[in-house]
């Protein structure tokens, strides 16, 4: 929002005259007329998404962490038989204890899992069964062997066994034709093992979306570059790409692009041709000094927000081509505060997730003085931990400026502010975002 003020200078001759100077609203101002909250910017990304198309079949050791294109409907019962669930004596029912007597019962041999036993059971005799074994005709109850006196091929047993006991009934855990995996299911390591329990070795799961990333800027520098006068590292890059590897995506590292139209043209030309979304970082807010956003107007639709947050106020999202693009803030912190809070659940969304993904939150007691104004969400760079009497306990890292990649590197959540709340004092109940919930 442009603000128009009138006020009077001096010009020669001391003669005072009225002057018109245009300001902008900034993310200092107490409220910032314009901007997004939080969850109406998130929102906006959710509903402009698309998800990408296309499928693939890989070997079930391959499948974690990807998206089920598929339902998985299972071929057979699990488990396939029925079963013992411990070491103890099978027997039937018929043959236990009763009103307080003491059952004496001969032992007529013993099976383990993978080897059946080929007679029926003998009513008046057991059979000493191992866990997962499958239960002999005759036998519909287990006693464990704890719970009995067992010494020369006799056991002895009381009255506390109740019919059915200690037993897995085949199909018990899945019922064959049961669809026990519905598609867009992130594939977690026990999705996997309940799906090698029905002798499956090959999943069908969306196809990997396309992620380009690149830095714009001559002030930019590699890794193994000498710094010239007034030049940075590529830290942003690096970070982004180390926060997307931990997803199944298909990367693509397009470096640095120098702050020329044309080469910026050409860039974004192609990463929109070959990509699914397309990240960069800078060249998003008032005053930038680049082509960005000029190229950008130039081959898509995308939007230039203010978001009520800090840090990561300035951020742009639309379509190049058929691609999802992000623009995220150039400082270091900003990037990261708008890839995990943006990015990450909207590019899940692409990938094709339709299970509820939690990102768990703790309350937290502040162990300090931390200022905040009403009318956006802070997230503060938090270390969290837990006191002698178990209370979950928070501080800051220091000093917050979105600049400071030092502070996210040494904290372990996001300290969540509220659009509403004002300066928390010591001993305020705050929101925690643990790292781990997140990454």
């Known amino acids: 929002m442009n603000v128009t003020i009138g006020r009077q200078s001096p010009i020669e001759n001391n003669f005072m005259t009225n002057e018109i100077i245009t300001t902008h609203s900034c993310c200092s101002d107490k409220i910032e007329p314009g901007t997004l909250k939080l969850h109406e910017a998130l929102g906006k990304m959710l509903d402009n998404c698309t998800e990408v198309s296309g499928f693939e079949k890989v070997a079930l050791q391959s499948a974690t962490g990807r998206i089920l294109g598929k339902a998985i409907t299972s071929p057979i019962d699990v488990p396939s038989h029925t079963n013992s669930a411990v070491d103890g004596f099978a027997i039937n029912h018929q043959d236990l204890a009763q009103n307080g007597e003491i059952q004496k019962l001969s032992v007529e041999g013993m099976i383990v899992a993978g080897k059946p036993h080929q007679k029926p059971l003998s009513r008046g005799t057991v059979l000493r069964i191992m866990t997962g074994a499958k239960m002999p005709e005759g036998a519909d109850t287990v006693i464990m062997q704890e719970h009995v006196e067992f010494k020369e091929g006799i056991i002895l047993l009381d009255d506390r066994h109740n019919p059915g006991q200690n037993v897995r009934q085949a199909g018990e855990d899945i019922k064959k034709g049961t669809v026990i995996l519905k598609a867009g299911k992130l594939l977690t390591p026990a999705d996997i093992g309940l799906i090698a329990s029905l002798g499956t070795g090959e999943v069908i799961v969306k196809r990997r979306p396309r992620v380009t990333i690149f830095s714009t800027g001559d002030e930019i520098h590699s890794i193994g570059q000498q710094l010239a006068d007034g030049g940075i590292y590529d830290s942003n890059r690096y970070t982004l790409a180390a926060a997307l590897n931990r997803l199944n995506i298909n990367l693509i590292d397009m470096g640095i692009i120098a702050d020329d139209k044309q080469k910026l043209l050409d860039t974004f030309s192609s990463a929109a041709e070959n990509s699914d979304v397309i990240i960069t970082s800078g060249g998003v807010s008032v005053g930038e000094a680049d082509y960005t956003k000029e190229v950008l107007t130039e081959l898509g639709t995308v939007d230039f927000w203010k978001v009520a947050i800090k840090p990561g106020r300035p951020v ?64 503060v760079r938090g270390i969290i931990s837990q006191n002698d009497d178990g209370d979950w306990i928070a501080r800051s890292t220091g000093k917050q400026g979105s600049g400071i990649l030092k502070s996210m590197s040494e904290a372990n959540a996001f300290l969540v502010l509220e659009h509403d709340r004002e300066t928390i004092e010591e001993g305020d109940t705050i929101t925690a975002q643990p790292f781990a919930g997140l990454i």
Not at 324 to 329: A, E, H
Not at 342 to 366: C, E, H, N, W, Y
């Open 316 to 379: 742009a999202f639309g379509k190049i081509g058929p691609a999802t693009f992000f623009g995220l803030p150039g400082n270091p912190v900003a990037v990261m505060v708008t890839y995990y809070q943006f990015v990450l659940p909207t590019l899940q969304k692409i990938m094709g997730v339709t299970d509820a993904l939690i990102r768990p939150t703790l309350k937290v007691r502040s162990l300090e003085r931390i200022r905040k104004l009403p009318g956006r969400t802070e997230f």
